[in-house]
C-alpha cells in the first residue's frame, strides 16, 4: 500500500522567511496530492492540491511543486506570516480507489 | 447539517469497555474515512468507505476495531475492549470523489483510563 513519509517534523522560520516541506510517497500509481493544515485545537483544513498531470501549483503566498520521477512533492510558503503556525500534512491517492494516506505531520512555527 | 458530525466529543471509559463513536458526513458526500490522531503525531488511516464498494479496512489496527456505515451515510467505529494505547482523538472525514478534498468533522477524543 501507499506509504507517504514527511519532513521535516519540526521547522522554525522568522516572520517574512520562506518555509519548505517536503514529501515522498511509495505508489507510483498515486495521482493526488492535498496538503492539509491543523491549527491548534481545530480539525485539518485543505490549503492546496495538486494532480499528477501537472508539475506546480500557486495560490497566493503557497505553492506545491511535484516530481513524478521521483516520487517526492513539496509545500512552499513565502513571505511566513504568525498565522501560518500550524501542523502541516501531506497526502496521496489513487484516483480510482480515492484512499487518502497522511504524512507524519510538519510543526510549523513562525517567529514574529 | 453544513458540515460532518461527530459524536459523542469526548468520552472517557475504562479499560475493558466497549465504545461506539459516530459519524454523520455531508450529504450527498459518498466517501467517508475515519482516521486516529494520537497527542502531537499525525493521522493515521483506519477504514475507508466509497460509496457501495467494500471498505477498505486495511488501516484497522486490531480485531477490536471495526466500523459500519449504514445507508451509505452515517457511520458507526466501535472499539471493543479498550485499551489504554487506544486513547486518541478519532477523526471522521467525508468527500465528494470529484473533488477528493476532505472535510473532516471536530473529532471524538476518546480517554480510556
Known amino acids: 500500500g501507499e506509504n507517504v513519509e514527511q519532513h521535516p517534523s519540526t521547522l522554525s522560520v522568522q516572520e517574512g522567511d520562506s518555509a519548505v516541506i517536503k514529501c515522498t510517497y511509495s505508489d507510483s500509481a498515486s495521482n493526488y496530492f492535498p496538503w492539509y493544515k491543523q491549527e491548534l485545537g481545530k480539525r485539518p483544513q485543505l490549503i492546496i492540491d495538486i494532480r499528477s498531470n501537472v508539475g506546480e501549483k500557486k495560490d497566493q503566498r503557497i505553492a506545491v511543486t511535484l516530481n513524478k520521477t521521483a516520487k517526492h512533492f513539496s509545500l512552499h510558503i513565502t513571505e511566513t506570516q504568525p498565522e501560518d503556525s500550524a501542523v502541516y500534512f501531506c497526502a496521496a491517492s489513487m484516483s480510482n480507489t480515492g484512499k487518502l494516506i497522511f504524512g507524519q505531520g510538519t510543526t510549523l512555527q513562525v517567529k514574529p | 447539517g453544513a458540515g460532518v458530525s461527530q459524536s459523542p466529543s469526548n468520552k472517557v471509559t475504562e479499560k475493558g469497555k466497549d465504545v461506539e463513536l459516530r459519524c454523520d458526513p455531508i450529504?450527498?458526500?459518498?466517501?467517508l474515512y475515519w482516521y486516529r490522531q494520537s497527542l502531537g503525531q499525525g493521522l493515521e488511516f483506519l477504514i475507508y468507505f466509497q460509496g457501495n464498494s467494500a471498505p477498505d479496512k486495511s488501516g484497522l489496527p486490531s480485531d477490536r476495531f471495526s466500523a459500519e456505515r449504514t445507508g451509505g451515510s452515517v457511520s458507526t467505529l466501535t472499539i471493543q475492549r479498550t485499551q489504554q494505547e487506544d486513547s486518541a482523538v478519532y477523526l471522521c472525514a467525508s468527500s465528494r470523489p470529484t473533488t477528493g478534498e476532505l472535510f473532516f468533522g471536530e473529532g471524538s477524543r476518546l480517554t480510556v483510563l
Open positions: 450529504s450527498g458526500h459518498t466517501a
